[in-house]
């Protein structure tokens, strides 16, 4: 039963990088039998060469650290006013009244057209990224805990209502217990979506030390190979929040089996 | 045909001379009291009429059983009892006050356990006491006493998902009575198990009834669980849903369920639900 396990762990794993595989192959024979200008897509080894270079001088790392203490700053904020916007409209009917609609409209205008408003009002700088990346956390936050807030059963809440619980008691053993797993949701999504903004940020506003900075400058100085290294970076980045994130859930929520 | 309106006609002189041969007051000390209930439900612009002219008194340590088809309105009636709906006609008096909300002096048992799946066994319990008064101390000791009444002090750690639907419900259960309720609510507690389990847990909680010496409302529509558990049976019938009749049981306390005097009276709640044998027989006797 183990050994078929195994296998099959095996089989999957060779199934998922199987096609990143063909995709490296097939870049390496195109930059290689000339079909292809190496000026535009480079060989894989360029890349690579490029990576330890960068590396070395600490030029990637000082960027990468640049941009990951941006996409944390605004994430926190972001997420924590998503969060306490999305809680106080599940749990207030009159705040739900009030806001919930223009934030329901709010969510249909693209992240991106804010970010003239944002450069003029925040300027271009750090604060003004930090705001655009803050502004992209806040949205998942608050969708998935209002969401959170309504979908606690109502068994739990009458269970509640049956024990004569006060209000914090319903929270800290009903309703945030029932909430963590749209919370978790919330956070996950606004990791990722303050990721995108942080490299969008560095690429439509003022130019920073960031990773989008590294991307711009090897664009203007046509350095693809310095583009893809930050491409590859931007994936292993995100894949590396979501395993993170992923780890976490599972640890919380692990006892939860029903 | 003929038949059938025969036996329809019978049915209802059965219920009436029932209805005034019982009367509605508890044979002892009353202290819940039920006077002319009607419940109204708004469907879709619709009033659907789910209680009507409910009046029934019950008895300090006294079991009533409340059976019927679903939709019979039998759990909406628990569900006023508790105080989760405070929108009907009538009175409902709790030792002579009216129920306003929910309170720790009625515990309940709801179909599914609703037991808290973030929280271990021990830790379901303890929740029904945060507004109690006892010493953190007395908690511990009373939870524990609970978890033994219903056999599952070995499972104090474990949490809701590994226990056996069984098992989920005798935590209810000790949940439900933690707080030493003068009153204990079942509404179909065990109509969600095997029924195997069904009748362990119906003896399980004869015993448990007993020993608190607590007065017990059963909402079930398992006639022979009604038989076997309640002092009296209130039999309902739906649309709108309304008492059709009282049935004292007036069996020992330990029944046995292929007693012919127990069949006999199951029979007689099946015929009175418009199931069973009962109204043919009474066919038979009136030719």
């Known amino acids: 039963m183990s050994a078929q396990a195994a296998t099959s762990r095996g089989i999957r794993l060779w199934r998922a990088v199987a096609l990143p595989l063909v995709l490296l192959a097939a870049w390496e024979a195109s930059s290689h039998s000339g079909l292809v200008d190496p000026h535009l897509l480079p060989p894989l080894e360029d890349v690579v060469a490029r990576a330890w270079n960068e590396g070395r001088n600490g030029d990637l790392l000082t960027a990468l650290s640049a941009s990951l203490g941006r996409d944390l700053a605004g994430f926190v904020l972001g997420a924590a006013a998503g969060t306490a916007a999305g809680l106080l409209l599940g749990f207030s009917r009159f705040a739900e009244n009030l806001l919930g609609p223009t934030l329901r409209v709010h969510r249909q205008i693209a992240l991106f057209a804010w970010v003239p408003l944002i450069a003029v009002w925040f300027g271009a700088g750090e604060p003004g990224k930090i705001a655009f990346i803050a502004l992209a956390a806040f949205q998942p936050g608050l969708i998935n805990i209002w969401r959170g807030v309504q979908e606690i059963p109502q068994r739990y809440r009458e269970l509640a209502a049956v024990l004569t619980f006060g209000r914090l008691d319903f929270l800290r053993f009903v309703a945030i217990p029932a909430m963590l797993p749209a919370i978790f949701t919330g956070l996950k999504a606004a990791l990722i979506y303050a990721w995108q903004a942080t490299i969008g940020a560095e690429l439509f506003m003022t130019i920073a030390p960031g990773i989008g900075g590294v991307m711009m400058q090897g664009r203007q100085l046509f350095q693809m190979d310095l583009v893809l290294l930050t491409i590859l970076l931007l994936g292993l980045v995100g894949a590396g929040f979501n395993t993170l994130a992923g780890l976490s859930e599972t640890l919380l929520l692990r006892r939860r089996l029903s | ?287």
Not at chain 2, 1 to 10: P, V
Not at chain 2, 12 to 19: E, F, K, M, N, V
Request: charged share 25%; proline share 5%; net charge neutral.
């Open chain 2, 1 to 287: 045909m003929t038949d059938l309106h025969l036996a329809n006609h019978l049915h209802a002189i059965d219920i009436a001379s029932l209805a005034t041969e019982e009367p509605t007051a508890a044979p002892g000390n009353t202290v819940l009291s039920l006077s002319q209930v009607s419940k109204t439900f708004h469907v879709a612009g619709r009033a659907v009429e789910a209680l009507s002219d409910i009046s029934l008194d019950i008895a300090e340590g006294e079991f009533v059983s409340i059976v019927g088809a679903s939709g019979c309105g039998k759990s909406t009636l628990l569900r006023l009892i508790l105080g989760l709906d405070r929108a009907y006609q009538g009175s409902i008096l709790l030792d002579g006050k009216p129920i306003r909300k929910p309170g720790l002096d009625r515990g309940i048992v709801f179909q599914e356990h609703r037991l808290l799946p973030w929280l271990s066994v021990e830790a379901n319990v303890a929740v029904a006491l945060r507004r109690s008064k006892f010493s953190p101390r007395q908690k511990r000791d009373t939870v524990r006493s609970h978890l033994e009444l219903v056999g599952l002090e070995k499972f104090a750690e474990a949490y809701p998902a590994q226990l056996s639907g069984g098992m989920q419900q005798r935590v209810a259960i000790a949940r439900a009575l933690v707080n030493r309720p003068p009153f204990l609510l079942l509404d179909e507690p065990l109509g969600a198990l095997d029924a195997l389990t069904r009748l362990r847990l119906q003896d399980e909680l004869k015993r448990i009834v007993r020993h608190e010496g607590i007065t017990a409302v059963l909402v079930t529509h398992d006639v022979d669980e009604a038989v076997y558990l309640g002092d009296r049976i209130v039999i309902m019938q739906p649309h709108p849903g309304r008492i059709a009749g009282i049935l004292p049981v007036g069996l020992p306390a330990n029944r046995n369920r292929s007693d012919a005097a127990f069949l006999r009276l199951r029979d007689h709640v099946l015929g009175q639900l418009g199931v069973g044998h009962e109204p043919a027989a009474a066919i038979r006797a009136a030719e």
